[in-house]
């Protein structure tokens, strides 16, 4: 016992020695806290962060001296020394400019957004915190340049510089690393299974071309997602958001947002996090009953297609249509059956429920980073795509290995996804008016009724409302138990003939490495990396041409940057870099995008910078291997193996046979890339009957996009104004694109035979996936200027520029989808401290009309005014804040894309707590 006693002593004495605690605040130099900034020990990972009050402890087995660094966005990072154990250091950060602000898409490494080769937009945990917008994701549209397009109250589609549809994959979405496009629809659905605000860390957007630094999809632009580290955030947060949201045409409803996060660090090596989120809502209501095609057409109108009527899509000549018996008193019209409103076909239900989790490994107590990310999300919402579609109980999971420091990461991760109940709408329509009465029944009894009126002695107006009123006899109506019969039938039958269900369960797996020489390199910074990826898509047939099996595919790229600084003078400095990336589908041959920028600060206060890169696109898997009859086309990709895998059978009129045809057809998705006309030469024709203006079209066969973008900017300080400006020009080749054909089901175009089939209506259109022979350019610029008014008060506002350069009068058949307006006007106004722990912030939005254009319908996007605005008190005795909100405050509804429904207004309140 005398032996061990003293050894015990020496030990406890030993350890208490060892161990160095350093407590204190951080405060801006207002005196005010700052909770959650990151107090560091030079050097080392080791750190914490300040607590509501911007209070914090810290404990270490270094031995003073040594150095301890506090930051905060936002803000000046300040180092103040350690000289003894139970030493407290009170920091005061002054206040810095957006200016100051780290980023690291930009070149893959931290730099201020002051010295950054390109563009580049950021939302960090302040602005985060005092958005006006809903959330996070929806304060996106505030910023500069930036356009986010509403499919629906939990889809929304973010985009930069033009070619913008809710199937935007021309802009890329990381979080943590990881891309968030669905392998289904190889594009973001927007937050539905993304992050939840308590745990998002920053958000940064790049806009514009970015392959050669991160591949083929980072071709309008990027927006990384970051969430916070467990090792630098611990705690337990949440929030809880409660309002309503008004629509003219859904009424109000109620609306719930909830997230709750929770992390801990159980020693300098271990650490994990949860997180929750859960949305509840109803979505915004598409009602319009205009024609697609005619907008002055209405529901008395034979031909009708209602924009959110479903069912209308199926129509037919009835003089084509009628026994020769009666066809002399048939009318040369087309006739299209009467369809179901889309509020009769979807409970408009939006949700999102997502979780994920991490485990952080950190084996030497240093930078070195191990790290498991598990992410998996549901959720309801809809989608409009070449129809519209209710997207239900919709699952995605991720799960990603990384290991990194700072010099290196390596990760890889699967993505996988599951249709759930998900169903197309227009086909539910179609499909309902075929289980109580099949096409063809339904044209015979309208022609048969029609010319027994007419001679009966009825006027043309006469015949036709017979006409209809005997082929709608029996119809299913809304509500009643053969409607929802029909409608249950329907959703859960894959078959589109006789059904409308959605089904995938496709999957991709994604590795990328970086490794950065600076600190072995002193010369210049040196990065070199690389990715690979393997797609398995998996739809059963119903979305891509794999009834048979799954098709599966790869792409791989490797890339290299260097930078170098150079100090010209006291006042000028020199950034220039340089990149250029190697990118190679098993499709199409390898392509080669370099990147070249130059950056000249002056002053400190002013930095000119100017860069000339290419990037391409692969063609999408869509644009590969889609094979889906949409109703109005049957879309087809362009992939070589693909135009055989689609075959369907086509019925030959009754003129079709007596000329010799057989009663059948079976065809391939070939003949649309190589025996068809232009859509609108067919259209000609059949208003001149001059078979002189048929054109054939025969699309060339799919391959990859490319870009030459010039990009010049500059960043600036005057005083307390802040400028931030950019331009732009692009320029496009092979442009890939979609293209409406029109195909004879029997000759060769350009023959009298194939114009017969054109006279017989034997013919269909098809959908192709190509690239156009104009030239396709796209210029633009934006400013951004903010500064402090009335002393203290936030203002800023930006203007943004965007046109397109094509040609459409002699390309008429081809779509670019801009889907941009030429005129964007952004402000916003506020004060995170109007008094104490009292702050409010007002934002504005202003769009010019614009023309949308995508495969569900085309028309014009009127102008829009929007205003948000939100006030919040924060209690720190209770480390909470409150916010009151609303979104659309003036209560002008409007939409963003043609098809969609108006977006109404938001009201809520929130209470969030322990998110610092």
């Known amino acids: 016992m005398k032996t061990i006693l003293p050894f015990l002593m020496l030990l406890f004495c030993g350890l208490s020695y060892s161990q160095t605690t350093i407590s204190g605040s951080v405060q801006d130099d207002n005196g005010q806290p700052i909770?959650?900034?990151?107090?560091?020990?030079?050097?080392?990972?080791?750190?914490?962060?300040?607590?509501?009050?911007?209070?914090?402890?810290?404990?270490?087995?270094?031995?003073?001296?040594?150095?301890?660094?506090a930051s905060s966005v936002g803000f000046e990072t300040v180092v103040e020394a350690v000289t003894s154990n139970n030493q407290k250091i009170n920091f005061i950060l002054k206040e810095g400019t957006s200016l100051d602000e780290v980023v690291i898409s930009a070149s893959r490494t931290p730099e201020r957004i002051f010295e950054s080769p390109v563009t580049v937009e950021r939302l960090g945990l302040k602005e985060i915190r005092n958005t006006a917008s809903a959330d996070f994701y929806d304060g996106l549209e505030n910023l500069k340049g930036v356009d986010v397009n509403t499919n629906s109250l939990t889809f929304k589609s973010v985009n930069t510089r033009g070619f913008a549809t809710f199937a935007n994959n021309r802009f890329m979405q990381l979080v943590d690393g990881m891309d968030n496009s669905t392998p289904a629809l190889n594009f973001p659905i927007g937050n539905l299974v993304g992050m939840t605000e308590t745990d998002v860390l920053s958000v940064e957007l790049l806009p514009g071309a970015s392959s050669a630094l991160y591949g083929a999809n980072a071709f309008n632009g990027i927006l990384f997602m970051r969430s916070k580290n467990p090792f630098d955030h611990q705690g337990i947060s949440g929030s809880i958001k409660r309002g309503i949201t008004s629509q003219e045409a859904a009424g109000d409803n109620d609306y719930t947002d909830l997230s709750f996060r929770a992390a801990y660090k159980f020693s300098n090596k271990i650490a994990?996090?949860?997180?929750?989120?859960?949305?509840?809502?109803?979505?915004?209501?598409?009602?319009?009953?205009?024609?697609?095609?005619?907008?002055?057409?209405?529901?008395?109108?034979l031909d009708y297609d209602g924009i959110n009527v479903y069912g209308d899509e199926v129509s037919a000549n009835i003089r084509t249509e009628a026994p020769d018996a009666v066809k002399g008193i048939i009318p040369d019209v087309v006739?299209?059956?009467?369809?179901?409103?889309?509020?009769?076909?979807?409970?408009?239900?939006?949700?999102?429920?997502?979780?994920?989790?991490?485990?952080?490994?950190?084996?030497?107590?240093?930078?070195?980073?191990?790290?498991?990310?598990?992410?998996?999300?549901?959720?309801?919402?809809?989608?409009?795509?070449?129809?519209?579609?209710?997207?239900?109980?919709?699952?995605?999971?991720?799960?990603?290995?990384?290991?990194?420091?700072?010099?290196?990461?390596?990760?890889?991760?699967?993505?996988?996804?599951?249709?759930?109940?998900?169903?197309?709408?227009?086909?539910?329509?179609?499909?309902?008016?075929?289980?109580?009465?099949g096409d063809t029944q339904w044209f015979e009894e309208y022609i048969g009724t029609y010319a027994a009126a007419t001679l009966g002695g009825a006027t043309e107006a006469q015949s036709h409302a017979a006409a209809r009123a005997q082929a709608e006899s029996g119809r299913y109506l809304p509500g009643s138990p053969e409607y929802q019969s029909a409608f249950n039938r329907s959703i859960n039958d894959p078959d589109l003939s006789t059904g409308s269900k959605f089904q995938d369960a496709s999957k991709y797996y994604h590795s990328d490495a970086n490794y950065n020489f600076s600190h072995l390199i002193d010369f210049a910074e040196i990065q070199v990396g690389g990715s690979y990826r393997r797609y398995s898509l998996n739809s059963s047939g119903t979305i891509y041409t794999d009834l048979d099996g799954t098709i599966d595919y790869s792409e791989f790229g490797i890339y290299t940057q260097i930078q170098k600084n150079l100090e010209l003078s006291d006042a000028l400095d020199l950034k220039l870099t340089g990149s250029i990336r190697y990118d190679k589908s098993e499709f199409f041959d390898g392509f080669v995008s370099p990147r070249?920028?130059?950056?000249?600060?002056?002053?400190?206060?002013?930095?000119?910078?100017?860069?000339?890169?290419?990037?391409?696109?692969?063609?999408?898997?869509?644009?590969?291997?889609?094979?889906?009859?949409?109703?109005?086309?049957?879309?087809?990709?362009?992939?070589?193996?693909?135009?055989?895998?689609?075959?369907?059978?086509?019925?030959?009129?009754?003129?079709?046979?007596?000329?010799?045809?057989?009663?059948?057809?079976?065809?391939?998705?070939?003949?649309?890339?190589?025996?068809?006309?232009?859509?609108?030469?067919?259209?000609?024709?059949?208003?001149?009957?001059?078979?002189?203006?048929?054109?054939?079209?025969?699309?060339?066969?799919?391959?990859?996009?490319?870009?030459?973008?010039?990009?010049?900017?500059?960043?600036?300080?005057f005083s307390n104004l802040i400028v931030d400006f950019s331009a732009y020009y692009n320029k496009y080749t092979d442009f890939i694109s979609q293209e409406v054909v029109r195909s004879p089901f029997y000759g060769t175009v350009g023959s009298a035979l194939a114009v017969e089939a054109i006279d017989n209506d034997d013919y269909q259109a098809w959908s192709t996936y190509t690239n156009s022979k104009a030239d396709v350019n796209s210029y633009g610029a934006s400013i951004g200027l903010s500064t402090k008014v009335f002393g203290d008060f936030d203002l800023s506002g930006s203007y943004t520029y965007a046109k397109l350069d094509f040609d459409r009068v002699k390309y008429p058949d081809f779509t670019t989808n801009f889907n941009t307006p030429e005129h964007k006007f952004k402000a916003s106004f506020g004060n995170t401290d109007l008094f104490e722990n009292f702050g409010f912030n007002i934002a504005y939005r202003y769009s010019d009309d614009y023309f949308w254009e995508a495969t569900f319908g085309n028309g014009l996007v009127p102008e829009y005014h929007v205003v948000d605005a939100q006030i919040n008190l924060r209690v720190p005795s209770f480390k909470s804040t409150f916010k009151a909100g609303a979104t659309n405050l003036l209560g002008d509804e409007y939409f963003t894309a043609f098809g969609t429904g108006f977006i109404g207004s938001m009201y809520y309140v929130s209470w969030t707590i322990n998110n610092l």
Not at 274 to 301: H, M, Q
Not at 689 to 694: F, T
């Open 272 to 301: 994990a996090k949860i997180n929750f989120g859960y949305l509840k809502g109803t979505d915004w209501a598409a009602t319009s009953e205009v024609d697609k095609i005619n907008p002055s057409n209405t529901r008395a109108n």
């Open 335 to 437: 006739v299209s059956r009467t369809g179901y409103n889309e509020r009769d076909l979807t409970n408009y239900n939006a949700e999102s429920i997502k979780s994920d989790w991490g485990l952080f490994y950190r084996p030497w107590e240093d930078d070195f980073e191990i790290q498991y990310v598990g992410k998996v999300g549901t959720g309801s919402t809809i989608y409009q795509g070449t129809n519209r579609y209710n997207i239900s109980n919709f699952f995605q999971q991720q799960h990603k290995l990384e290991f990194k420091n700072d010099n290196f990461f390596l990760r890889g991760y699967v993505v996988t996804d599951k249709a759930g109940d998900s169903y197309d709408m227009v086909f539910t329509g179609i499909n309902i008016n075929r289980a109580w009465k």
């Open 35 to 69: 909770p959650g900034a990151n107090i560091i020990i030079a050097g080392t990972s080791t750190g914490t962060v300040t607590d509501f009050d911007g209070n914090f402890s810290l404990n270490t087995n270094l031995t003073p001296p040594f150095e301890l660094q």
């Open 596 to 717: 070249i920028s130059a950056g000249l600060t002056v002053n400190r206060n002013h930095n000119i910078r100017a860069s000339v890169q290419t990037g391409f696109r692969n063609p999408t898997t869509q644009d590969l291997f889609i094979g889906l009859d949409a109703g109005r086309a049957i879309l087809v990709g362009s992939a070589p193996d693909n135009l055989d895998r689609y075959v369907r059978t086509f019925d030959i009129s009754d003129e079709g046979q007596n000329s010799g045809q057989p009663s059948s057809v079976t065809q391939t998705g070939r003949v649309s890339y190589e025996n068809s006309y232009t859509f609108s030469s067919v259209e000609r024709y059949l208003r001149s009957n001059d078979a002189n203006d048929l054109v054939v079209s025969n699309p060339d066969i799919i391959k990859p996009e490319q870009v030459s973008s010039a990009e010049i900017g500059y960043r600036g300080k």
